[in-house]
């Protein structure tokens, strides 16, 4: 174990009120720093009071978008626990992204170890009403003072964390999504399967001209033919055709979601059978026509499921189960969330109590 | 004209020696920042002593990528002029940047305003040696402390300026280029014609792997076939097959170099055949062998013209003009910096005197 050396502050925030929480607009008393430095590896764990950043404004940052980030939450339990979920897999995705990014590999233990430090030290920013949930943020940043176009050698690991409000105060709604054909969020040799900023400063246009039309979000098709879907939002994306739950193989463009994982695993625990396979729109749009789509939502930690109540699809539009939620995502729903709240029993070893 | 206000430094920093420039690593006295805040538009145009940004941790710009950036360069002429090259073009293609990456729109004529003043109180970083230079590097960050994935309501625009050396201080010397197959920089739908952060993050891997096989630069191909050129590193690239230059045309995943459009418009006027249009690897490749690709180069603010001596195909190099400088690209070199340090007639009208 590192000593992470605890600069505890002296002027805590107020806390929001509940139903003021939103998403990722308030943050906790104190966050997490980690530098590296070439030559010297990753140094001088440290909490301090949440506090701005100061940087070189030639900071490599902010100009050639060598970022990766993580989310993932922590939770309360009815009886007073602390929970993470697959805590382990998020910093190995991070790892996994900075292989990409050329960002040197993070120790995983020791993220794991200042984030719950950390989340103990916050432990009364974890909000307690119905799934709520304290949101955590890890993530690194390129810190070089250099304008040069290769990988820096300084970096910051940074962990901050937002209380959160429920996602689906006023129950859960399926959403419109519009099927995007012109703007392409990740190709096959590029960042897609990374959780790197690029990806989604490439999403927001799409996702722009989708809210003008009254649509949630985007569903991405591949950058390589346009046919072949990949993901919703910043969701992964699962379908129910004639009894089959479906969901793209990860490809190399595909954020690889622990919650899609984890609900994998769920539907093949509970013996619905479930495949990991290419799926092009014209198979949905024919299953649709045939009445065999069943059922179709988007899966991520900050929602955990988001039902599709209907697909746009050029100038048609695709009602999806009535628009209501299906019966399979919302037992997806209560397995997923029972196990993070420690409602259910875990038989995955999912939970890990901090 | 808008009012910058100007606070000079009290501690002017000293300059480093010729010798020492590099790129990208010495900053001047003094940067400009303009901020943009929702329903107010861009405002507080200021000129401040070179100083660290402070930002939230939550800040969109560390987590979503949503930057652009120019590269642009100031000379002195032998008459002591100050010049620029083409500054307008170069905020043209900001505010395209800004619509892709759903950034408001900055003023142009603010933003060259402003600039003229910094270069004009930093004058006296604008190194004399031959071929040396004070780059200038505008840029745009997303401000606002939020964590969901939609545009920043807050942004700064940020020029800073380092004074660099002279790119060929040990002459133009060709470089070995590795043809890459399995990365992609961008893909039609994607970022790729915007200057933008991410797409520099997903070209850094790609070029590591060059480097380590000895090769100086990345040549990218379409990110849907993997078989029509696009760029050499962060250069656009031109061909020289049987007395015809030729380029990629644009086609929304080239960056569209102020460079490569200056090169056009020279080989025009000097009567040399010039080409853009689609080019796939396999018809340079049958250039070379049957004695027809007579030079390739790479053009960029940076280098001006970097020749291209080598690709390196699959298993396959294949040297083109015995690994030397071509006379095309020797004249398109010597033109392009004949006028930007004011020593030949600028018959296009490009040279903007500060
Ligand atoms: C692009 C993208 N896809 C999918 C997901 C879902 O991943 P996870 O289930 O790990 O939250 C996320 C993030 O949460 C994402 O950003
Ligand atoms: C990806 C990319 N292509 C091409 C260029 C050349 O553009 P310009 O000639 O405007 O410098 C640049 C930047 O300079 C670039 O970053």
Not at 209 to 233: C, F, H, K, M, P
Request: glycine letters at 10%; one cysteine or more.
């Amino acid at each position: 174990m590192t000593t992470i050396q605890i600069e505890q502050t002296t002027q805590p925030k107020q806390k929001p009120a509940v139903e003021q929480l939103g998403f990722g607009k308030h943050f906790t008393d104190h966050m997490c720093i980690v530098d590296y430095t070439e030559g010297q590896g990753w140094h001088d764990a440290r909490i301090i009071p949440y506090q701005p950043l100061t940087l070189d404004p030639s900071a490599m940052v902010f100009h050639y978008g060598q970022t990766v980030f993580e989310g993932m939450k922590a939770y309360k339990t009815a009886a007073g626990d602390i929970t993470l979920f697959r805590p382990e897999r998020n910093f190995a995705r991070l790892n996994a992204s900075n292989a990409r990014l050329c960002i040197p590999a993070m120790d995983e233990a020791l993220a794991l170890q200042a984030l719950k430090e950390l989340v103990k030290l916050d432990e009364s920013w974890i909000p307690t009403a119905e799934n709520t949930s304290l949101y955590i943020r890890p993530f690194i940043i390129a810190t070089e003072p250099y304008l040069g176009v290769s990988p820096s050698k300084n970096y910051q690991f940074i962990i901050i964390m937002s209380p959160v409000g429920s996602y689906y105060a006023e129950g859960i709604n399926p959403v419109k999504i519009l099927v995007e054909k012109q703007y392409v969020r990740a190709v096959a040799g590029g960042t897609g399967e990374a959780k790197t900023g690029g990806n989604y400063a490439s999403s927001l246009k799409a996702q722009e001209l989708a809210s003008q039309q009254g649509y949630a979000q985007t569903l991405w098709l591949d950058g390589r033919e346009n046919e072949y879907i990949e993901e919703v939002g910043s969701m992964n994306i699962f379908f129910k055709i004639n009894g089959t739950v479906i969901t793209p193989a990860l490809n190399g463009s595909i954020l690889p979601g622990i919650t899609r994982d984890s609900m994998i695993q769920v539907l093949q625990h509970k013996g619905i059978p479930v495949e990991e396979r290419r799926i092009s729109i014209t198979e949905i749009i024919e299953a649709h026509q045939n009445g065999t789509l069943e059922e179709s939502f988007g899966t991520g930690t900050a929602a955990v499921i988001s039902p599709i109540g209907e697909l746009k699809f050029g100038d048609h539009q695709y009602v999806i189960n009535n628009g209501q939620i299906g019966e399979v995502s919302q037992l997806l729903y209560d397995t997923l969330t029972g196990i993070q709240y420690g409602k259910i029993d875990d038989p995955f070893g999912w939970r890990v109590i901090v």
